[in-house]
């Protein structure tokens, strides 16, 4: 299916790593997205903008650490400088910072909600109302099936998805009006590079066999992210190999 994504302006936060949030900049950009990978690795987001731009895309860098709404505003404004508008939004950086609840930091758990929930929302807030001006957009965000399993170890990343799941749903009804959509794609475990250790231990508990590449995520993402899903808005959508 041709996502029609050509000369969509389309903010990836979190383009590095080699995971999910670089398999979606690619994704976008072969969809004909110009791509502005945002990402606080320096190196990284340099290195996804400099590889879409050598394959033919059109691609920009910017650094903003999603922590910080001036940050966020600031990767916007460049965005808007560069090409006067911004289609879509997609939000990727989580921290997990997994242990139980009762012996981890106050500090660990604030870092979980800074990056996984305001990290999400600072973001958001900053494209919007470029978004509510133009009349459309369209905004995917991270999320994790971990919201649903609420697995022992994971509270504070598993309530911070959660909380991004009903935000997701209160905003879609806000600003569909306005011609703004916004979505969720979740997963469980992903063939991310972070995820090397886990693969192939827990695939036989996947009713499909293995776990979804990044590509495999991504994809779900662009697809709810073009004007394919024009239909669709205040979802939640996990791809998970049937996991849930
Ligand atoms: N990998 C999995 O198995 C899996 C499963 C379910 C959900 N997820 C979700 O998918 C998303 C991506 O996971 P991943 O494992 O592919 O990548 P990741 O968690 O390794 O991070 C992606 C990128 O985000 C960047 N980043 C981190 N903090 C940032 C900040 N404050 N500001 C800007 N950039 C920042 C990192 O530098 C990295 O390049 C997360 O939201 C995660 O919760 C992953």
């Known amino acids: 299916m041709d996502l029609n994504l050509k000369g969509k302006v389309a903010i990836v936060t979190g383009?590095?790593?080699?995971?999910?949030?670089t398999s979606v900049s690619y994704e976008l950009a072969s969809e004909g997205a110009i791509v502005v990978a945002n990402d606080i690795d320096r190196p990284w987001a340099d290195r996804v903008a400099k590889q879409l731009n050598s394959q033919g895309s059109k691609a920009i860098a910017?650094?903003?650490?999603?922590?910080?709404?001036?940050?966020?505003q600031a990767m916007v404004s460049k965005a808007l400088a560069e090409f006067s508008r911004v289609d879509i939004l997609v939000t990727i950086p989580a921290y997990m910072g997994y242990g139980s609840f009762a012996h981890t930091s106050m500090d660990d758990h604030h870092r979980v909600v800074d990056v996984t929930f305001w990290g999400t929302l600072n973001a958001i807030k900053?494209?919007?109302?470029?978004?509510?001006?133009?009349?459309?957009?369209?905004?995917?965000?991270?999320?994790?099936?971990?919201?649903?399993?609420?697995?022992?170890?994971?509270?504070?990343?598993?309530?911070s998805k959660a909380a991004i799941m009903t935000f997701a749903t209160c905003l879609a009804k806000e600003v569909g009006s306005s011609g703004v959509r916004i979505n969720v794609v979740n997963a469980a475990l992903v063939s991310t590079p972070g995820q090397e250790g886990m693969a192939g231990g827990?695939?036989?508990?996947?009713?499909?066999?293995?776990?979804?590449?990044?590509?495999?995520?991504a994809e779900a993402i662009a697809f709810l992210a073009s004007d394919r899903a024009a239909m669709i808005t205040g979802q939640s959508l996990s791809v998970n190999s049937g996991r849930l």
């Open 126 to 159: 900053a494209v919007l109302k470029p978004m509510l001006a133009q009349r459309s957009g369209s905004i995917v965000c991270m999320g994790s099936d971990s919201a649903r399993m609420a697995p022992p170890g994971e509270s504070m990343y598993a309530a």
């Open 202 to 217: 827990f695939a036989h508990n996947y009713p499909l066999g293995r776990f979804p590449e990044p590509k495999e995520v």
């Open 62 to 72: 910017t650094y903003a650490d999603v922590t910080s709404f001036n940050e966020c």
């Open 15 to 21: 383009a590095g790593g080699g995971g999910i949030g």
